[in-house]
């Protein structure tokens, strides 16, 4: 009992690490890099489209929850209060939104349509199950990334994909989702990126 007191604090260093590391609002940053490298063989390309995504979406995000956190409107950096984020995920949406209207405007490459159109769709998804139920962003985001690395960028798909894994037991680790709000985050994540994959196929065949 002693030992298992003693080791938990590391356990838990360990779990913060992972989940600041495999972040909802980073982690699609470096796939959106990745997919359009991985199709267009330039890394400008690449790099232009993250400094979008990182204007329209992540910038404004972290600074709307920095905000609602210093105010104390928010519990804490990760909205862990399920009511907390009905606010969140509609503006996130809409930042969404306008990312992909800007990338459609740059006539990005299909792997980034694909991309920004998943998160979006995953950020609505997560945002209806919201109302009920608390599921776990960093599950969503860190599977629906996995899946789009294994169909693009193959290479990329295992290291994701343990990620992902590591990322749902830090999330459970740290008390912040219990094991089916996990679970049911990577099922939406999977299932976003597979849905917005085929049907992108179909409408650009």
């Not at 009992?1 to 940053?29: C, D, G, N, T, Y």
């Amino acid at each position: 009992m002693e030992q298992a007191v003693v080791k938990r604090p590391s356990r838990q260093a360990v779990a913060a690490a992972i989940s600041a590391i495999v972040h909802p609002m980073a982690l699609p940053l470096l796939t959106l890099a990745v997919v359009t490298y991985a199709v267009t063989g330039r890394l400008k390309d690449g790099l232009e489209l993250v400094g979008v995504a990182l204007l329209l979406t992540t910038i404004p995000v972290a600074a709307l929850v920095a905000y609602q956190v210093a105010r104390g409107r928010w519990t804490d950096l990760d909205v862990s209060v399920r009511k907390q984020r009905y606010t969140l995920y509609p503006i996130g949406l809409v930042c969404a939104a306008l990312m992909i209207a800007v990338f459609a405007a740059m006539r990005a490459p299909a792997p980034a349509m694909v991309t920004a159109l998943t998160l979006a769709l995953a950020n609505i998804v997560d945002g209806v199950i919201n109302l009920a139920y608390k599921v776990s962003a960093h599950a969503t985001a860190a599977a629906a990334c996995a899946t789009l690395l294994w169909l693009y960028a193959p290479g990329w798909g295992l290291p994701i994909a343990i990620a992902a894994a590591l990322v749902g037991w830090s999330r459970v680790e740290l008390g912040r989702h219990t094991t089916g709000q996990v679970f049911l985050g990577w099922a939406v994540g999977v299932t976003s990126a597979l849905s917005i994959f085929t049907l992108y196929a179909a409408f650009a065949g």
